[in-house]
């Protein structure tokens, strides 16, 4: 079927219009389709959450979260894989935020418009693009074989250590960015010197927006499962220092459901993962509006 | 136009942005223990003024100046000045109020904490320079019960107080008050002009006022400037009352600006 | 003293920043070093055009891989991008308040969900419907594309939707004051101005998309044959890491470094191209 | 249905040989073994390490994945003392100290509503290789053959194109899963697949739907098959060392192979050793 050319609007009669349609009626068209659309896609997101929360809850109780996994995770609970998750984001956490931040402060701060800073800013940006399997294979090689650290909570929380540096350093730039320049002027004013200025006037506001961003790359670690299950490992044991191979819950997940083990075990891992996130979430969202509200 | 006898004397000074210039070639010579007013309509270069006195201008990249500047005889551009010294002796107070978010104590100690003088002396002794700066600020009946709540709650005419009282807890010896009444209600106002008038025997003070009555009541003497040039200045009541040039005259009777 | 601190606190700073970076020059050179020698073997043309690939016989071409990379993320975006836009004009425009306090919070927990629950999730549904409606054994293209469609959905409804919130009352104000309707004004004054937070927000989601491995390796099939329709099983680069990488060893490791190390230049490619988009846009 | 052993009773059976083999732990504490290599092997020997430790709080074990032949590499350069192996070891790797611990029967795998229920092994590999590609040249429905596979590189995988390939590829065409999970759970979903797992797998269990493991040449993929001989796709499971092990590693290893080791990988699915295989 070919389409038809319109007619030549050569009889075109006052008040009749061929082939147009009244706004308002665009209007009404455009609204229940961006509605039913939107809602679509709303009620599939959450009935994700609703589908692993109801087939998750149910196995959840004290001893699933305080036993250690037995055969392979079928029986028992899931408290290495807590213990793993928290210990691997924890490492990565605490060395990414040093440096980014850092990075963040430099970036804000004292940059200057040159090369050096071009070169740092680009880098930053093109490391929030890798893929986290391509931060898996460098943790790999870097870690695990060329440092000899092994499959080890320290291996896996250095791979996520870069991975949520970018975040990092965005977010917090963001925040140091935000901070009303009357703040510097003040401290400046005042006889500061810069470092001064930053530390006393600058940082203070920046702080929250600075903590959000480190609680979202939390979120992030804890997600995870490529790049952690190259360098960290898959083992079960309670993992004992930072040297010894630990299972994130992800990780624990991934395995429970793709080997069959276990379903309930992995539906239950599941859940307490998005409750976890579900916390951090909320975490930093009363960051953000104390932040909103303090701003104000 | 400048005497050895003072406290800040600017000469052949020229400022520009980028390729824009802002302030021609201004001569001018701001005595000790005077409030010098210094007006003019927008865009006159008057806050660039001010915040070259303690080169606040530096933080731009785009400023470019020429002429020298002497503080008590001494260019505060040579290479030996420490610019943040420079800054503790010549404070200043913006256009809209900009405490820090931190309690009312911390932003009126926050200069005196970032001075080598204060570290080792004790807790009480930094609650002394705060009671003292806030009490010329006149605010100190004010805030006097509630020191620790946060800055951000007083009214726009406190705050404004408290910026002036964390200037003076650095014991200045040049306040520069850039339009420093420019949101405030005539209450305000009265009470941040009677402190100037106080504090006038112990600093010097260059304030550029919000409207010619304000420069009337608080200055000493008054420059006029106009499209970044010096017209005119004088003793407060010369240039009132006997204005030398036309533009002075038309400004201050309110046929522009 | 003062001094010193000071020239010290930027050094630090300058010193933190350098070495975050330098981070990406190590990644780089390790992950070079590892693969090169095998494309080097090989030969650059055979590797990456290559439509074998079968290590056990030292059989490494990865064209295949490309085209799965390739077709999955466009179909993410296909699907992905209107469907994330439209939602997003319902959070900033459409949605009452209540509605918007439920939903926003509710996106962003799902732009936190793991990867593998997305996968897991797809495996269990989208993969079964595709096989009894459509046909195939289901593992395909076109579940990968739903599937990363669906996580890349959080990303591009909440940047977008910040964009479209972050636009100055009058342009709204101005335009409805005209006549217009909230479409129109919609349509011709917000998604304009907001487009490069728009823009932002797709490249970000399509970046989420060509990078993303678990999820993948549970709905594509993972098949190494080139896919003749949206309905065949086919392997995109990271699943080919992810899935092989737990037994490799010698040429075999090599040649999936060197799958690493043409997802890497691809990804830096893109980089480098987003980020001259949206800095000529900020010009 | 696997019949479970009573928790309780194994209790007591563990009190009653602790004594046992506390003598056997040599009274050592604080020692370490490392472990590393197929990741097929590695549940079960996380299993019998939890068991062990049990039994020896001295001991700790700790087990890596990589695969086998990284577990191979890591015994050669000692930063394993034991390494896991679920195929066989080639020409070069057969001078190092090995042992058999279990074997694996494969069994092939097809939707319990699927009319084929036995192939020869020719029909596996025309199947494989991609020479019959619809179930009704098998004498099925007509239905294109949705093959399933594993990745390049697994042991199964290799045991797989060892016992049933002879040499030639699996068609690229083919469906890929990295685990024996993954094709189980796609094999019960869809009535055109057919793949190939772990023997100790196709069992049922608690939220996951049956599946039917096909008969190889008439004969049924069961433990009592693989011991009399009778089916032949199985391949073992190694443990491997740079030479005989000493100390703690061997007292592991010994556990492995004691008679309670062996039962507690019997009742994973696995084929005992002791039983042997009828050759």
């Not at chain 3, 064209?63 to 959070?91: E, K, R």
């Amino acid at each position: 079927m070919k389409p038809t050319k319109p007619p030549p609007r050569r009889f075109n009669f006052r008040g009749f219009k061929p082939r147009e349609i009244k706004p308002q009626t665009v209007e009404k068209i455009v609204k229940g389709f961006v509605w039913s659309v939107a809602l679509m896609v709303i009620a599939v997101l959450i009935s994700i959450v609703v589908f692993i929360l109801y087939k998750g809850l149910p196995v959840i109780n004290w001893g699933f979260l305080t036993e250690i996994p037995r055969k392979m995770g079928r029986e028992g609970g899931i408290s290495s894989a807590i213990a793993g998750t928290l210990l691997v984001t924890a490492v990565a956490v605490f060395i990414a935020m040093p440096f980014g931040i850092g990075t963040a402060f430099y970036l804000a701060e004292y940059t200057r418009g040159n090369t050096v800073t071009r070169v740092i800013r680009f880098s930053a940006e093109s490391l929030a693009g890798i893929p986290s399997i391509v931060y898996g294979l460098f943790g790999f090689i870097f870690f695990v074989m060329y440092l000899n650290l092994g499959w080890s909570v320290l291996s896996g929380g250095l791979t996520l250590a870069i991975m949520i540096l970018p975040t990092i350093i965005r977010t917090s730039e963001e925040a140091i960015r935000s901070v009303p320049n009357t703040y510097r002027e003040v401290g400046f004013s005042l006889g500061g010197t810069k470092w001064q200025t930053i530390r006393g006037a600058v940082a203070p506001s920046a702080v929250r927006g600075i903590a959000n961003g480190v609680i979202l790359s939390v979120g992030r670690s804890v997600a995870e499962t490529a790049a952690v299950v190259l360098t960290a490992g898959s083992a079960l044991r309670m993992p004992a220092s930072l040297s010894s191979p630990a299972r994130t819950m992800a990780v624990h997940f991934y395995i429970l459901a793709t080997e069959g083990i276990s379903m309930e075990n992995a539906y239950g891992t599941a859940a307490i993962l998005i409750i976890l996130i579900f916390f951090i979430n909320i975490v930093a969202n009363t960051l953000i509006n104390r932040f909103v509200a303090k701003g104000r | 136009m400048t005497t050895s006898s003072d406290k800040i004397a600017i000469k052949d000074f020229n400022f520009y942005f980028n390729e824009k210039q802002v302030i021609h070639n201004l001569n001018l010579g701001i005595p000790p223990n005077k409030i010098f007013a210094v007006i003019g309509p927008a865009n006159s270069g008057i806050t660039t003024l001010l915040r070259s006195l303690n080169r606040l201008c530096d933080l731009s990249h785009e400023a470019r100046q020429e002429g020298e500047i002497l503080l008590d005889g001494r260019n505060i551009r040579a290479p030996d000045v420490s610019v943040t010294e420079l800054r503790r002796r010549v404070g200043i107070v913006f256009d809209v109020p900009t405490p820090l978010p931190m309690s009312i104590f911390d932003n009126v100690a926050y200069g005196p904490r970032l001075n080598r003088k204060t570290r080792g002396k004790n807790k009480s002794a930094l609650s002394g320079i705060a009671e003292e700066a806030l009490r010329q600020a006149a605010l100190w009946d004010e805030v006097k019960d509630r020191l620790n709540a946060p800055a951000m709650s007083l009214s726009g005419g406190q705050q404004q107080r408290l910026c002036l009282a964390r200037v003076l807890a650095l014991k200045p010896e040049v306040i520069l008050l850039d339009r420093p009444c420019s949101g405030l209600d005539p209450i305000s106002t009265a009470k941040i002009e009677d402190s100037l008038i106080e504090l006038k025997n112990r600093f010097t003070i260059v304030i550029s006022p919000h409207n010619i009555q304000q420069a009337g009541r608080v200055s000493d003497r008054i420059a006029f400037m106009l499209m970044g040039r010096l017209i005119e200045e004088g003793a407060n009541a010369d240039v009132f009352s006997n204005p030398k040039d036309q533009r002075t005259s038309d400004y201050i009777t309110g046929r522009f600006g | 003293m003062r001094k010193f601190k000071e020239k010290l606190s930027e050094r630090i700073f300058f010193a933190l920043a350098l070495s975050s970076i330098s981070v990406l020059a190590l990644i780089t050179l390790f992950i070079f070093i590892k693969g090169v020698p095998l494309i080097a073997e090989v030969g650059a043309f055979k590797f990456i055009f290559g439509m074998s690939w079968a290590p056990g016989r030292g059989e490494f071409g990865i064209f295949p891989m490309i085209i799965g990379s390739v077709s999955v993320t466009l179909g993410a975006a296909v699907l992905g991008i209107p469907v994330g836009i439209c939602c997003s004009i319902f959070m900033a425009e459409f949605a009452p308040v209540w509605m918007r306090n439920i939903f926003r919070p509710a996106i962003q927990l799902l732009a936190g969900i793991p990867s593998v629950v997305y996968g897991f999730w797809g495996l269990l549904f989208v993969v079964p419907a595709i096989r009894n409606y459509l046909g195939g054994p289901g593992l395909s293209i076109l579940a990968g594309s739903v599937i990363l469609a669906i996580m890349i959905l959080p990303t591009i409804i909440s940047i977008s939707e910040v964009s479209l919130l972050a636009l100055p009352r009058h342009y709204k104000e101005g335009a409805l004051a005209l006549g217009m309707t909230h479409w129109q004004t919609i349509r011709s004054v917000q998604l304009p101005a907001a487009k490069s937070g728009i823009v932002a927000a797709v490249i970000l989601g399509i970046g989420r998309a060509i990078g993303e491995t678990m999820a993948v390796i549970m709905v594509l099939g993972n098949s190494v044959a080139v896919p003749q329709s949206v309905l065949d099983p086919v392997r995109t680069l990271t699943t080919n890491i992810g899935i092989e990488m737990g037994y490799a060893s010698g040429g075999h490791q090599q040649a999936l470094f060197a799958t690493g190390i043409v997802l890497f230049v691809i990804i830096m490619a893109l980089n480098v191209s987003a980020q001259y988009i949206t800095r000529r846009k900020i010009k | 249905m696997k019949v479970k052993f009573p928790k309780r009773a194994a209790f007591v059976m563990l009190s009653a040989v602790i004594p046992a083999f506390m003598s056997s732990c040599g009274g050592k504490t604080g020692i370490s073994v490392v472990v590393a290599g197929s990741t097929s092997v590695q549940p079960y020997v996380e299993m019998l390490a939890e068991e062990y430790e049990l039994l020896c709080p001295g001991i700790v074990v700790d087990i890596q994945g990589g695969g086998s032949s990284a577990g191979v590499t890591a015994v050669e350069s000692r930063t394993a003392d034991v390494g896991m192996s679920s195929r066989e070891l080639n020409e070069k790797e057969r001078e190092l100290w090995s042992t058999v611990i279990a074997k694996d029967g494969l069994a092939l795998i097809a939707h319990p509503d699927n009319p084929v229920d036995n192939l020869a092994i020719g029909q596996i590999r025309d199947i494989y290789s991609g020479k019959i590609t619809n179930w009704r040249e098998l004498n099925g429905a007509d239905a294109k053959i949705h093959i399933i596979s594993r990745e390049e590189g697994s042991g199964t995988r290799s045991a797989f194109e060892d016992m049933v390939m002879a040499g030639e590829p699996v068609t690229p065409k083919a469906i890929v899963q990295n685990s024996n999970g993954a094709v189980r759970l796609l094999v019960s979903n869809d009535p055109n697949a057919v793949g190939f797992i772990s023997l100790g797998l196709i069992g049922n269990q608690a939220g996951l739907k049956p599946v039917k493991a096909l008969k190889l040449d008439g004969v049924s993929p069961t433990r009592e098959n693989v011991i009399n001989g009778g089916y032949s796709l199985y391949r073992p499971f190694l443990l491997v060392a740079e030479s005989e092990p000493e100390g703690a590693a061997k007292l592991f290893v010994d556990f492995i192979l004691s008679e309670e080791g062996q039962r507690l990988l019997v009742e994973e699915g696995l084929v005992s050793v002791r039983e042997g295989t009828g050759e």
